[in-house]
Each structure stands twice: as structure tokens, then as C-alpha cells.
């Protein structure tokens, strides 16, 4: 990656070479994954929608892969509090949402969230295109290898309470795993971890992710977490 928010646009690509081994079973699950087996939350055939791409970032630690991960700001009118993946709406700069706009956009969002360093960054997987009818906002997850780590904080408080990482072992820990029940009575995966609890679109697609990895290990469905009305 050459680029950043600063600098001149450079080139990005997808790759896969040099990943280490413990990714081939995401790229495989990256590969084959129907939009279905993902969400039933698919874009509006219409075209409606705002579009918009997260970075699914996984990096390596002394407890093995983790992910990145940031706290919204609790003031924010769209997801305010909630744990996610870095991203966020495309800008004209990024380029065609249905070519590599949304590559550019992921690296953008998560260097403007994170302070992250994008040129450590190895792209090698985009997911399908999702849908979060709650915002409106058509999500293309795109998937990088955290090649070379740079330090990583909150850039703008305004936007960004926390950015912190979480070991996959402690994801596929059952005893960290619950289901979120919504005032609406809405249900879905999510994950406590890192003193923060994970729901929503992000743990939606780390709960596919896992599972289409072959990471997924057996756990209480029964066990329930309910969310707060303002969620």
C-alpha cells in the first residue's frame, strides 16, 4: 500500500502471497461464502444505499491471530458506543464503490480512526457486499494480513472512544460467547471480550467468519445478553 490519507494515491491491490498459514482457512471461507450465508440483510436491489466498507484487519500476537477493533464514541447519532471493525462511508476520492473504492476506503477509514499505518497492511479478501437497514449503508468487507503492526490509539475522541485488538482464542472461547437480545426482540451472536461486548453487524460477520473458517468451537445459544434501549 502506498498511499495515505496525506499522500498521493498510489496503487492497491488484492494478494495473497507470503500470508502465513493459519489465514488459509479465511481465505478458502473468503473464496466460497454466498452473500445468504453471511446475512439476511442483502443490498437493496435498487441500488439504494449508501456505500460504505470496513477493514476485517487480522494481526498476530504472542496468544496467536487477532483482530482490530474500535469503540465508537457514545456521542456519535449512528452506532454510538458500539465495538466495530474500522470503516466507514465512501469519499468521491476513494474511487468506483464497485472497483477498488471500497479497498481505498477501508485503509482510509481505519488510518483516520486508528492512527494505523496502511502501508503494514496486505489486502487479500473481499467479502460480499451487506446491508445494515438501521443506517442505510451498503458494507463491503474487505479482509488485510497486518503485515507489519504500527502503533494504533484513538485519533479523534469525537469519533473514536477505544481501539484495542482481540485474540480469535478468546472469540472462539465459548465462555465468551452469548446471544443479544434487542428491545425489538431482535437476536444475534455476540462476543464479550476485552471488557466490551460485541454485537450487532461486527459480531454478525466475526460469528460467520469463524464459522466458515472452521474456528467456531461449540457454545451455549441459550445464554443471552440483553442490550440496552438505546442500542
Given amino acids: 500500500m502506498t498511499r495515505t490519507s496525506g499522500a498521493q494515491r498510489g496503487s492497491v491491490t488484492l494478494s495473497r502471497e507470503g500470508l502465513p498459514g493459519w489465514l488459509e482457512p479465511v481465505v478458502r471461507a473468503v473464496e466460497t461464502v454466498e452473500p445468504v450465508q453471511l446475512s439476511r440483510f442483502l443490498p437493496p436491489e435498487d441500488g439504494a444505499g449508501r456505500q460504505s466498507a470496513v477493514l476485517i484487519l487480522f494481526g498476530e500476537s504472542e ?3 487477532q483482530l482490530l477493533l ?3 464514541a457514545g456521542s456519535l447519532r449512528s452506532h454510538a458506543g458500539q465495538p466495530s471493525f474500522p470503516g466507514g462511508a465512501l469519499d468521491p476520492e476513494d474511487g468506483d464503490p464497485h472497483g ?3 479497498l481505498w476506503a477501508a485503509l482510509r477509514e481505519a488510518e483516520e480512526e486508528t492512527g494505523l499505518d496502511p502501508r503494514g497492511v496486505q489486502l487479500f479478501g473481499v467479502l460480499p457486499k451487506l446491508y445494515i437497514p438501521v443506517s442505510g449503508f451498503v458494507v463491503t468487507p474487505v479482509l488485510g494480513w497486518w503485515r507489519d503492526p504500527s502503533p494504533v490509539g484513538v485519533v479523534d475522541p469525537n469519533e473514536t472512544a477505544r481501539v484495542f485488538t482481540v485474540p480469535v482464542a478468546d472469540l472462539t ?3 465468551n460467547r452469548a446471544m443479544a437480545v434487542h428491545p425489538s426482540g431482535h437476536k444475534g451472536p455476540a462476543f464479550l471480550v476485552e471488557s466490551a461486548l460485541v454485537w450487532g453487524f461486527t ?4 460469528d460467520r467468519l469463524l464459522h466458515y473458517a472452521g474456528w467456531e468451537r461449540p457454545w451455549d ?3 443471552q445478553v440483553p442490550l ?3 442500542s
Fill in 228 to 230: 440496552d434501549w438505546r
Fill in 221 to 223: 445459544r441459550e445464554k
Fill in 203 to 206: 459480531a454478525g460477520l466475526i
Fill in 100 to 102: 477498488d473504492g471500497p
Fill in 70 to 72: 474500535m469503540e465508537r
Fill in 63 to 65: 496468544r496467536g491471530p
Fill in 173 to 175: 472461547d465459548p465462555r
